[in-house]
């Protein structure tokens, strides 16, 4: 009964701290994400994703408290009964104590159920002050990440301001274009230039983007050195710049912000929202539409002399008389407010319609909308996962091929270590495998001195090559499980921590992006002050990596029957190898940082050679720190394939000799170890340079400050 009392009273700390833990996760981990937009500053976090997300990122976040409350009962546990255990010791026959209280047989008022009380509102209080805050706030913006909030809003943000977005989906004329066209008519053609006229009174053109060519030149660059520089989208003498300027941008981008309205207010006002985002059903959010539709306002309405309320963007059509500058930045400024409102609007809808819109037809613009709203290639993300299989793949092949011909390059060297299968090609004869390796095979394996030649039967030195031979091709078959197996679990160790790590980090950088603080920066001015406590985490989150590959293998090793004494005598055994993986761990990430944050402004021979340097300077640490703690076998003693090349100076007579192009363990192992990772770093370079979107480099690849730099940019340097 005791024990049921104990149970219900831990249970009941746990569910405290669930308690807590879903009060804290409802509440942004910074700064109300969408602050800058108005229409969305009421909203909670759990209204920017879809109700599957924002539970299983409660669970991740719920984790937190748990597995705290786990380690610190359970330790207090196991404190009690060591000095219990140490203060029995001490002690001699019965002490005439009882197990509890005589008054309180259930012992309702001792410690043992007082603890887990104890215990969880300790975490709280733990969680809550200034000093660790910060921890709680990492896990929570963990869980908000893993749930998309709010990156899943930023992104369909992203793409719905993509230039294309207009172009490609020709959506039909509405009421705020009609109204705003009703204006343009009485106005004289000289006064507006022909092509913003033309452009606003048809439907499927558009003036041209701010810095966008009138057409595409043509591209005489081969497949190669296409490649190696990214096609720019500035202007070239054959194009003819066709780019809005004075009052046709304001009109350009009056026009721009009204055809989005249009586009998206039939989805997300009125009627049609519940058609086309039927799994919504917050009263929040369709507030939003509410508010959205309140500051749109209707065509018909006139406003009144003495109206105070804020102007609808009907109100402000209404009011445009006169083509000034003025009466054209008052009216762009009120669109493009309400066009990003529209914007929000749909892309919380979105996300929390589990990224869709049912109900449309599939030629419609809705439809176009949809698809640019869904689409988006992650460069890193792809890139790392492409690049990690390769290079697993590759270094796996590798790795048997290493392991492998080491091995029978050692045992060439140390005959006793086939001495059985040696034996059985020699029909397993008495002594016959000590006379063939004394007659005719001079070894570091030294026989016995009171061992006499006429003591062994006669073999010929055809009939010893013969069963060395064949014993050498049984000896390579036996053993081809055990190097595969040596080679597995060696990369699946090397492939946790670098998942780890790489994954890690680039989560690091996406947070810092959402929070606005991750800044462009250049290499004239490097944070390192940001680069090396953002590597902090991942490099631990590596070294934790690392150490889930060595206990797989050990479960392997024991054939799935470990025991704790097992597992602790690999962390004694280890620890000290397991630390030093700090070092590479932390050049892996500071790399990855790099790598992803300026590969935009970099060509591929840039990218390529700043990852063959972090490479080289892994390849240093992993000699440098883990391998110091690592206890080898002397080198064998064999002739390398090196100098044997380097002596003869032709490389076949030195391919056909018995020679080996690994004659040490420290070089086997420093090979085995470093491969995964330095083609990871190889193979990420090229994939996140091959696969970024075209145009996108900043300043003809030169590493300038991206908005200054320009030379067409207007705005000065930062």
């Known amino acids: 009964m005791n024990n049921l009392i104990y149970a219900g009273v831990v249970l009941f700390g746990a569910i405290t701290l669930v308690i807590e833990a879903r009060r804290n996760y409802s509440v942004s981990a910074k700064h109300h994400p969408f602050a800058f937009y108005g229409i969305l500053e009421h909203l909670e976090a759990r209204h920017l994703c879809s109700p599957r997300e924002w539970n299983f990122g409660f669970y991740v976040y719920s984790l937190l408290y748990l597995i705290s409350y786990a380690v610190l009962l359970s330790s207090t546990e196991l404190f009690e009964l060591i000095y219990n255990s140490n203060a029995a010791a001490n002690l001699v026959g019965a002490t005439g104590t009882t197990l509890g209280p005589e008054s309180d047989p259930f012992n309702l008022s001792g410690t043992n159920y007082g603890k887990p009380l104890f215990i969880s509102a300790f975490i709280i209080a733990f969680y809550s002050i200034g000093a660790t805050r910060n921890i709680e706030l990492h896990i929570r913006t963990l869980a908000h990440r893993l749930a998309g909030v709010p990156r899943g809003v930023y992104q369909v943000l992203d793409r719905l301001q993509d230039p294309d977005f207009l172009s490609e989906t020709t959506p039909p004329t509405g009421p705020l274009m009609a109204s705003f066209r009703e204006k343009l008519k009485p106005l004289k053609d000289e006064e507006i230039a022909p092509k913003s006229i033309s452009d606003l009174m048809t439907v499927t053109t558009l003036p041209l983007e701010p810095g966008r060519p009138a057409k595409k030149s043509k591209n005489t660059k081969g497949l190669f050195a296409s490649l190696l520089s990214q096609a720019q989208t500035r202007l070239g003498p054959e194009v003819e710049d066709n780019r809005p300027k004075g009052k046709e941008q304001y009109l350009f981008d009056i026009c721009k912000a009204l055809r989005v309205i249009d586009l998206l207010r039939p989805a997300i006002i009125g009627g049609q929202r519940a058609t086309h985002f039927p799994l919504l059903g917050m009263k929040e959010l369709g507030d939003i539409s509410t508010n959205l539709d309140d500051s749109i306002g209707r065509p018909g309405n006139k406003r009144k002399p003495n109206d105070e ?15 000034d500058e003025a009466s054209l930045e008052r009216l762009r400024e009120k669109a493009i407010e309400v066009a990003n409102s529209a914007r929000a609007v749909f892309a919380v809808y979105f996300i929390c319609n589990s990224r869709t819109v049912l109900n449309v037809d599939r030629q419609s613009a809705l439809q176009k909308v949809r698809a640019f709203a869904d689409r988006g290639y992650k460069v890193e993300q792809n890139s790392f996962a492409g690049s990690l299989f390769f290079a697993a793949v590759i270094a796996t092949f590798s790795g048997f091929f290493i392991h492998q011909s080491f091995k029978l390059q050692e045992v060439q060297t140390y005959p006793n270590l086939m001495a059985e299968q040696i034996y059985d090609r020699l029909g397993r004869t008495e002594n016959s495998y000590l006379a063939c390796r004394h007659d005719h095979y001079q070894t570091t394996d030294k026989p016995n001195k009171n061992e006499r030649p006429e003591d062994y039967p006669m073999l010929t030195q055809e009939v010893c090559q013969t069963a060395f031979d064949k014993g050498l091709a049984a000896y390579r078959k036996d053993s081809k499980s055990q190097m595969m197996a040596w080679t597995f679990f060696d990369n699946l160790a090397l492939l946790l921590m670098v998942a780890a790590v790489v994954q890690m980090s680039i989560f690091e950088k996406d947070v810092q992006m959402d929070q606005n603080a991750w800044r462009r920066w250049t290499m004239k001015r490097v944070p390192y002050v940001r680069l090396l406590t953002g590597a902090i985490l991942p490099s631990l989150a590596g070294v934790f990596a690392l150490s889930i590959g060595f206990i797989l293998r050990l479960f392997w090793n024991a054939e799935f029957d470990v025991t704790t004494s097992q597992i602790e005598f690999l962390f004694v055994e280890n620890w000290q190898y397991f630390i030093a993986y700090l070092v590479p761990c932390f050049v892996l990430s500071i790399s990855t940082f790099i790598l992803i944050d300026k590969h935009d402004d970099w060509t591929l021979p840039a990218t390529l050679s700043v990852a063959l ?106």
């Open 613 to 718: 340097l972090a490479s080289a300077i892994y390849v240093f640490s992993v000699w440098l720190v883990p391998m110091a703690t690592l206890r080898f076998l002397p080198p064998i003693d064999v002739t390398s394939f090196w100098m044997a090349w380097w002596n003869t100076g032709s490389f076949r007579e030195a391919l056909a000799a018995e020679t080996f192009w690994l004659t040490s363990y420290v070089a086997r192992d420093l090979l085995i170890l470093t491969q995964l990772p330095v083609l990871f770093l190889i193979l990420f370079a090229f994939f996140v340079e091959f696969s970024e979107t075209p145009g996108t480099r900043l300043n003809k690849g030169k590493d300038e400050d991206a908005e200054g730099a320009d030379e067409n940019s207007k705005e000065p340097k930062e």
């Open 309 to 323: 309320s804020p102007k609808t963007l009907h109100d402000e059509i209404n009011d445009f008389k006169k083509y």
